[in-house]
């Protein structure tokens, strides 16, 4: 008995020492950034610690899910969602990835398109680009059922700060939401 008592503690421990391993924090595979949204996200899908559109966990296809941040119900005179990024130095800019939700019945449109600009000090934004998203994951036809969509576009851009500007042009529907889980960027450091 005293052997297999012993046998037992030795594998408990080899196992907690396994955990222990697979619990290490991994290196981030981007450059940290903050950001900032005008207008801020609506009170019921807030955006946590301000850290959820950069800390690499996407939603799931409901808009039950908390991960989703949302925005509804932006005044007329701001023409779109922005939200401006602090990349913390000079980053030259080769490709953006928005995780959006579509989920037409609960009013989470398409994001009909999105606009990315750059600034060296930000507050004058320049080189601006449009893209065009309204039918990005949308395959035979329309549906109903929520989905996940990954707005994935090359950019050719420089700066520190990068703004992206979200824009619904009708927003006659009853509930003209925004969803959004992630925003990434590939890019390096600026030469
Ligand atoms: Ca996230």
Request: aromatic fraction near 10%; charge should be negative; charged fraction near 25%.
């Amino acid at each position: 008995m005293g052997i297999l008592k012993k046998l037992a503690v030795m594998t408990i421990s080899a196992l907690g020492l396994a955990g222990v391993a697979l619990a290490e924090p991994k290196a981030p595979a981007r450059p940290t950034s903050t950001y900032t949204s005008v207008p801020e996200p609506a009170e019921d899908y807030a955006d946590t610690g301000g850290k959820e559109l950069t800390d690499g966990v996407y939603g799931e296809p409901h808009y039950n899910d908390e991960r989703w941040v949302g925005w509804y119900n932006w005044t007329d005179s701001t023409r779109a969602v922005a939200i401006t990024f602090d990349l913390g130095e000079a980053r030259k800019l080769s490709r953006v990835r928005l995780c959006s939700l579509n989920f037409k019945a609960a009013g989470i449109n398409p994001i009909e398109k999105f606009t990315v600009s750059f600034s060296e000090d930000g507050t004058t934004f320049e080189n601006e680009a449009t893209f065009t998203t309204k039918d990005d994951g949308r395959e035979n036809g329309e549906s109903n059922n929520g989905k996940t969509v990954m707005l994935t576009r090359n950019l050719t851009g420089t700066g520190r700060w990068v703004k992206i500007e979200l824009i619904q042009l009708d927003r006659s529907t009853t509930h003209p939401w925004i969803f959004l889980s992630e925003v990434e960027f590939d890019s390096q450091p600026a030469k």
